[in-house]
């Protein structure tokens, strides 16, 4: 029997395997090749950041929102992890500290292809959405893009698709796109925005430690007293009417460009 290196398949050069792992549909046909062999298993591990990302964006609706939305969430989280240790007294080397302010236009596959982990978070992410919107919209036949037809919420007029409703013009695949895509929207604005308005939480300054401590101990809706309020006002986040066009560009100056 040939010997299997001596396979022409096998003696291909690995761009051309790496393009073949780019054609699987999904990624449970990419790790299926990847174990059928040694050497295609070697060509996986030295190259599947491109292979996911290729993956990635091929069978999964809004992909790079999706990752942009995984990564913030993680910035996120060390961003308050460092916070909470800071406010703590803990000494948090400048190496080991994220980004002040979350770099959204770095947070996509073009800037970095994605890991095997950041896959499966993205995936986890998924599936969290289509059971909210499961959860949110059982009815058979209605429209989880149009606020009118699928929620208790009514928009002041008609909806402008269509008089019942149909989004004439609209097709499933784009309608698909934007349901996802704003769904994780959703998730990255609310990382960028929690490291912006828990800063003032987490500083040396006595009336943050009272207020970090309500937050912990009071389950929701505190109310914030007048030396609260003082102090919550001077930052910028908390007091727009007041604040330099400077100081808000920089807050949300980035925010507001990725969304527009």
């Not at 059928?36 to 591990?45: A, F, G, M, P």
């Not at 401590?213 to 001077?234: C, D, H, M, W």
Request: charged share 20%; hydrophobic share 40%.
């Amino acid at each position: 029997m040939e010997n299997i290196s001596q396979s022409p398949i096998l003696n291909l050069p690995n761009e051309i395997h790496v393009e073949i792992f780019k054609r699987c549909t999904g990624f449970k046909d990419a790790v299926t090749l990847a174990v059928t062999c040694q050497q295609l298993h070697c060509i996986w591990e030295n190259h599947q950041k491109a292979v996911i990302s290729h993956i990635g964006g091929s069978c999964i609706v809004a992909f790079d929102d999706a990752l942009r939305a995984v990564r913030a969430i993680d910035m996120a989280e060390r961003q308050h992890q460092v916070l909470a240790l800071q406010s703590s007294g803990v000494n948090v080397a400048d190496a080991e500290k994220p980004p002040k302010r979350i770099p959204i236009h770095r947070l996509g596959s073009s800037s970095s292809m994605p890991s095997p982990d950041e896959i499966t978070r993205v995936f986890d992410l998924k599936y969290f959405v289509e059971a909210a919107l499961f959860l949110g919209h059982q009815e058979k036949g209605v429209h989880i893009f149009c606020q009118q037809s699928s929620s208790k919420l009514r928009l002041p007029g008609l909806c402008p698709r269509a008089v019942d409703g149909s989004h004439a013009g609209i097709s499933a695949k784009e309608a698909d796109f934007k349901i996802y895509a704003s769904m994780y929207q959703f998730f990255l604005v609310s990382a960028v925005l929690s490291s912006v308005y828990l800063e003032p939480f987490f500083t040396d300054h006595p009336t943050s430690t009272i207020l970090r401590a309500n937050f912990s101990t009071i389950p929701a809706y505190p109310k914030f007293g007048a030396e609260e309020v003082s102090y919550l006002r001077q930052w910028a986040c908390y007091n727009k009417q007041h604040a330099s066009q400077a100081q808000l560009d920089g807050i949300f100056g980035e925010l507001g460009d990725y969304l527009i």
